[in-house]
């Protein structure tokens, strides 16, 4: 699916989803933005003086706008289809980096964890997450059931998970 089929694919619902989220946003705080179409919601509607780090072409354009955030970009080669920069050194300059959370989306959701159909793409967010002192998952009810070809994290590396509909029972996972 093209990005701009998948930006207006369960529109309300993403945009529901990015209202959520905003809550969970503090002034003078430092975030991951992931890639991903319900997260560019999330940047359209921030209104607070935060500083973001992102990995997403969309997000930077929509946060190059708004003169309240200070946007970092970790860049690199433009993966064109999914609209996201990735370097082999990444990993390295995201470890010096503490976020006080790292929004992140899903390809597809298993009760084994959630995937992704980029590999590279997975990398940044096992090593965004590692960051983080809190993981916040976005994402539609139909990312569930579905299959992607690699895992970027298990269920119990996320701390919240914000969806428009309540998963099947058999995705939750309680942490002690």
Known sequence: MYQEERLVAH????MDIADKALSF???????????STTISYLAKKLNKEVTIFTHSLDNLEILSRNQDVSVYSIGGYLNKENRFFYSLDYKDSIENIHFDASFIGATAI?????????????????????????????CGY???GKTAYYKGMGWEQIDIL???????????????
Do not use: C, R
């Open 11 to 14: 529109l309300q619902e993403k």
């Open 25 to 35: 946003i503090k002034e003078q705080e430092h975030y991951f933005f992931d890639v």
């Open 110 to 138: 298993n009760e084994n964890g959630i995937y992704y159909s980029d590999y590279e793409d997975a990398f940044i967010k096992q090593a965004s997450i590692k960051q983080s002192g809190k993981v916040i998952m976005l």
């Open 142 to 144: 139909e990312k569930f």
């Open 162 to 176: 914000i969806t428009d509909k309540k998963p099947p029972v058999l995705y939750f996972y309680w942490k002690n």
